[in-house]
Nanobody, 123 residues
């Protein structure tokens, strides 16, 4: 089970930190990812991280502004979002990947998903 939190309304230029708590499995067995989706559009990749947290990968649209991290002792994944823009407005989902060797940008590799948390950035 994955549960996101930390979404909300923020002004452009502001920051938010999303959290995703994973229960019911061994968190360190999963590569993890963040995706986002606007109603009527396809879900898009945001960031991913390896099981140990050593390697990360980002969508070009968020590189340099967002940071993905994890705390395996707390079974928690994070997404620190800085310098937010109105175009970052979306529902953000965390997801668990048990099959990739390192990590994946492709949502088809992810087995379990959270329910999503809304992020709204006002201009």
């Amino acid at each position: 089970h994955l549960e996101e939190s930390g979404g909300g309304l923020v002004q452009a230029g502001g920051s938010l930190r999303l959290s995703c708590v994973v229960s019911g499995g061994t968190f360190s067995r999963f590569a993890m990812g963040w995706f986002r989706q606007v109603p009527g559009k396809e879900r898009e990749f945001v960031a991913t991280i390896t099981r140990t947290g050593t390697f990360t990968n980002y969508a070009d649209s968020v590189k340099g502004r967002f940071t993905i991290s994890r705390d395996n002792a707390k079974n928690t994944l994070y997404l620190q979002m800085n310098t937010l823009k109105p175009e970052d407005t979306s529902v953000y989902y965390c997801a668990a990947d048990s099959r990739s060797t390192l990590y994946s940008r492709d949502e088809r590799w992810y087995d379990d998903w959270g329910q999503g948390t809304q992020v709204t950035v006002s201009s």
